[in-house]
């Protein structure tokens, strides 16, 4: 059974850091790209980074870029969101999601372009 699992969210004040955490089961990562999205109460979900399966192509939200950072490990089967310098507007349940892509695509940025996706984790920002 393809399974996700996020981890890693929590409460933490403005300019704090967290890591998520995104661990597949059930099927190996090495040939999926993955997508990080979120969901503020009474709004839509949004992406907010994407990976390539080989991780070289990579995309950011607007409203994160160069303070959250991507990354993959393929050997354990996870990939990673790095939150820095996080504000009370990052607060979200984060959600990672799956797709199976060709090599040497970009990642796919909207949501209804993934299959597979996990339970979802909650940060909180707050002082």
């Known amino acids: 059974q393809l399974q996700l699992v996020e981890s890693g969210g929590g409460l933490v004040q403005p300019g704090g850091s967290l890591r998520l955490s995104c661990a597949a089961s059930?099927?190996?990562?090495?040939?999926?790209?993955i997508g990080w999205f979120r969901q503020a109460p009474g709004k839509e979900r949004e992406g907010v980074s994407c990976i390539s399966r080989s991780g070289g192509r990579i995309n950011y939200a607007e409203s994160v870029k160069g303070r959250f950072t991507i990354s993959r490990d393929n050997a354990k089967n996870t990939v990673y969101l790095q939150m820095n310098s996080l504000k009370p507007e990052d607060t979200a349940v984060y959600y990672c999601a799956a797709e199976l892509r060709p090599f040497g695509r970009s990642c796919p940025e909207g949501a209804y372009e993934y299959h597979y996706w996990g339970q979802g984790t909650q940060v909180t920002v707050s002082s």
């Open positions: 059930g099927f190996t990562l090495d040939y999926y790209d």
